[in-house]
């Protein structure tokens, strides 16, 4: 069992940035691929991106690649995702979500768990 907890969201400016963390409780956190997803309003949840239990592989939605960017340190049992050059349709609940094959994580990846998520809103 793992539970997830994000946070780190708040308002900001266009242009600015914004660090998300993903808090993990619970055993084997590090054989966990873990992968970051937003729910913009109106809009189904999508997936934004994802790293393996390790961290040496990333992969990312096309919508926001090269702005942002997941990292994790297994000894704080937290991934991060560095948002850059935020932008107003960046407005989302972002949540992460586990995965125990976790050799990575894409868009196709079923979650095992789910964190609660934080909110983000970029104004313009």
């Known amino acids: 069992q793992v539970q997830l907890r994000e946070s780190g969201g708040g308002l900001v400016q266009a242009g600015d940035s914004l660090r998300l963390s993903c808090v993990a409780s619970g055993r084997s956190f590090a054989s966990y691929a873990i992968g970051w997803f937003r729910q913009r309003p109106g809009k189904e949840r999508e997936f934004v991106g994802g790293i393996n239990f390790n961290g040496a592989t990333t992969y990312y939605a096309e919508t926001i690649k090269g702005r942002f960017t997941i990292s994790r340190d297994n000894t704080k049992n937290t991934v991060d995702l560095q948002m850059d050059s935020l932008k107003p349709e960046d407005t989302a609940i972002y949540y992460c979500?586990?995965?125990?094959?976790?050799?990575?994580?894409?868009?196709?990846?079923?979650?095992?768990?789910w964190g609660q998520g934080t909110q983000v809103t970029v104004s313009s």
């Open positions: 979500a586990a995965n125990s094959i976790g050799l990575g994580y894409i868009e196709t990846t079923d979650p095992d768990y």
